[in-house]
DNA sequence: AAGCCTTTGTGAATACATGCACGAAGTCAC
DNA sequence: GTGACTTCGTGCATGTATTCACAAAGGCTT
């Protein structure tokens, strides 16, 4: 099953730069919309403007998977889609759970940019008693308690949390424990897991926090109004409640 | 306004590298949680075990600040969550608009992570008939018709999108014009915009595939099954839509 | 079939980020 | 006050990412 595993791709294949990596979704939803126009063949110059990256990037990390293009031509979309989905593990279905169907669960149980790449939903489970049982986007959502059952039964191998962030840590453990190996956390929470997990993060409130620093920035300078530099420490940050309910 | 751009702050503050931007709100949710603990006093070793990094990169980076802690000590706790907050732009309020309010936007809207960090969300918006009108998180949705006004009336300065894929741009375009220049993008397109306008965009999908590409590496290379490298071009793919609602 | 024109793929230069390792600066005990 | 000890702040080396700029490669026209 393992057999022929660094066969073809010479050199490429091995150690795609993470960067890279981040941005081959981004050129493949752009060569999707260019294949829904019925563009069949495209230049690096107009794909980067479509995925708004620079051309000589787009052109060195399609390089990292193999040279798909024709000099003088371009890059053939079909073919290009086919690469990149193959790269990026989209050829396969995954099967995936959500845990935690608060808000933002319900919300990602019934996002369309899913299954349409390959990412199967085949389990929602929450803690709260009166969640469970409750059908979202035509699936029940079943009791935590069945978590391990559902990853065996299921082969889940890419596990959701959108707990609160209390919760979170101690689910992960639960689904390292139970084999996953692929987690996407929306808690915000720092996990921590064994080598040979991986985990992303992603958090709603630190993209607002960064704008905020930006716009700050536009206004002229950080604490630019008031008192600044080392003024009254504000004792009332102590409120700050991180248990919130996603 | 712009007055006193470049006032105090002598060498720090001036080009905080991204990096270390990113960061600052992994570290001011560890010191809350220390704070919540009681925890008065804290080294790098710890903060930057709490927050998942190394740590000297955290010293590196509260270095960009200024300098704050005490040697032999560490960081007093409390005073360094203000300067972050202070860096980051949380001392003050900053008015927030969401537009889409769909699964998502409402999701969003009912966040608690953002109102306990100074976002106050004054709008919520949407061109859906059906929704206008209706209460999501104590608050009425408005008819996007009315975007312009809600953002000049309400002195809104961040917008987040939250609208089908398809709707995405002319928002965008919109909010630009009506002198919004912070956007946080939830909807799957690169957006244009001039310069000066910032941009962030959080991709639900985006991570789930980088996920998938290191599993399916730890599985053993891409398309490790099957006719790998220049097989079948499947023509099939095609049907992807990118109209997912959010 | 020869030459022109376009566009790729990549070497080299630059910029940015990380992590080590250690001197400087402070605290605490006595 | 003095010395031992802890921990910060940072110079330096290493690694990673971006961008430029151009030669090599192919198609297209005549």
Known sequence: MTSRQTRNRDRADRGIPEATVARLPVYLRALHALQERGVSTVSS???????????????????????????????EVEYLVYQISREL???????????????????????????????????????????????????P??????LEDVIAERGVSIAVIATPAAAA???????????VTSVLNF???VLSV??????????????????????????????????????????ETAQYVEAVEL
């Open 45 to 75: 110059e107009e794909l980067a403007a479509a995925a708004g990256v620079n051309s000589a990037k787009l052109r060195k990390d399609l390089s990292h998977l193999g040279s798909y293009g024709t000099r003088g031509v371009g890059y």
């Open 89 to 139: 593990g989209l050829t396969q279905d995954w099967v995936v759970a959500i845990i935690g169907v608060g808000n933002l669960g319900r919300a990602l149980a019934g996002y369309g940019g899913f299954a349409s790449r390959g990412f199967r939903v085949a389990g929602l489970l929450d803690a709260d008693e009166a969640i469970v049982g409750q059908e979202i986007a035509g699936m």
């Open 141 to 146: 959502v079943e009791h935590i308690d069945r």
């Open 169 to 179: 840590q101690s689910v992960c453990d639960r689904v390292v424990a139970a084999g």
């Open 187 to 189: 808690a915000p929470v």
């Open 194 to 235: 064994p080598d040979g997990v991986d985990v992303r993060k992603v958090d709603l409130s630190i993209e607002l926090q960064i704008l905020a620093f930006h716009e700050q920035r536009k206004a002229g300078g950080p604490g630019g109004y008031e008192a600044a530099g080392d003024g009254d420490r504000p004792s």
